[in-house]
C-alpha cells in the first residue's frame, strides 16, 4: 500500500558530487513537494510544484533544483553537494483542490550524507 | 505571517498520563489545522485534523482542541502509551487561488516512559 516512494532510504556522496532525488506517487496528485528535516529546524520546504514542469521555490531553495517531467514523479538535484545539505529529505503529495482531498502524503524519506 | 509555533520542543510524559502539544498561529487565512505523527525512520503521517468552525474533535485517546479567538489549537493524547513516543507537528492548511499548501510546526518530541 506503498504511496508515496522515495528511491533510497540511505545515501552517502561526496562533497562536489551531483545528487539526485528521486520521488514517485501513485495517487495522481497534482502537487508534489520536497522538505528537508533538521532537529530543532522542523520541516523546511524547498521546492513544490503543482503540475508537470511547474515549479515553485520554498523557503531554502538555494543549492537545490527540481524536475517534474512527468505527474508522478518529482527529483530533487543538489547541483554540488555540500556537507550542510546532509540532512533527511523528505518528499510529500496532496491534490491541488481540497474538494478532492486534505493534507499530504509522505513518502519515508532519504537520509543524505555528504562527506 | 504564515507562521506555526509548536511548543513544547520536547515532551517526557509518563505511560498513563496526558501529553499536551501546543500550537499557534497568526494568519486568519487558514482553514484546516492537521496533526501529524512521525516515528523514527518513517515520514510524518496524517494523525487528526480540525477545522475552524469545530472547538474539539476526538478520535480514540487524540484529541484536538480549539480556540479561534486566541489562534491556538493544542493535541491532548489521553492514558499516553510508549508506542505513541514519536515526533508530532501540527500544521495550519493555506489556501492560495485553490492551491493547498501546508505551513508546519517545528515539531515535539514525545517520549513516553514505562
Known amino acids: 500500500d506503498v504511496k508515496v516512494t522515495q528511491s533510497s532510504r540511505y545515501l552517502v556522496k561526496r562533497t562536489g558530487e551531483k545528487v539526485f532525488l528521486e520521488c514517485v506517487q501513485d495517487m495522481d496528485h497534482e502537487n508534489m513537494f520536497w522538505y528537508r528535516q533538521d532537529p530543532g529546524l522542523g520541516l523546511r520546504l524547498i521546492y513544490f510544484s503543482y503540475d508537470v514542469k511547474m515549479k515553485e521555490k520554498g523557503d531554502i531553495p538555494e543549492g537545490y533544483s527540481v524536475s517534474r517531467e512527468k505527474k508522478e514523479r518529482f527529483s530533487l538535484i543538489l547541483e554540488s553537494a555540500s556537507t550542510n545539505q546532509t540532512s533527511m529529505y523528505l518528499c510529500a503529495s496532496s491534490f491541488n483542490h481540497i474538494g478532492q482531498g486534505y493534507g499530504y502524503t509522505f513518502g519515508s524519506g532519504t537520509r543524505l550524507t555528504v562527506v | 505571517q504564515q507562521q506555526v509555533k509548536q511548543s513544547p520542543q520536547s515532551l517526557i510524559v509518563q505511560k498513563g498520563g496526558i501529553s499536551i502539544i501546543n500550537c499557534a498561529y497568526e494568519n486568519t487565512a487558514f482553514d484546516y489545522f492537521p496533526w501529524y505523527q512521525q516515528f523514527p525512520g518513517k515520514g510524518p503521517a496524517l494523525l487528526i485534523a480540525?477545522?475552524?468552525?469545530?472547538s474539539e474533535k476526538k478520535e480514540g485517546r487524540f484529541t484536538i482542541s480549539f480556540n479561534k479567538s486566541a489562534k491556538q489549537f493544542s493535541l491532548h493524547i489521553m492514558d499516553s502509551q510508549p508506542g505513541d513516543s514519536a515526533t508530532y507537528f501540527c500544521?495550519?492548511?493555506?489556501?492560495?487561488?485553490?492551491?493547498?499548501?501546508?505551513?508546519f510546526g517545528t515539531g515535539t518530541r514525545l517520549l513516553v516512559s514505562p
Open positions: 500544521a495550519a492548511l493555506f489556501m492560495n487561488t485553490g492551491f493547498q499548501k501546508l505551513v
Open positions: 480540525i477545522r475552524p468552525d469545530v
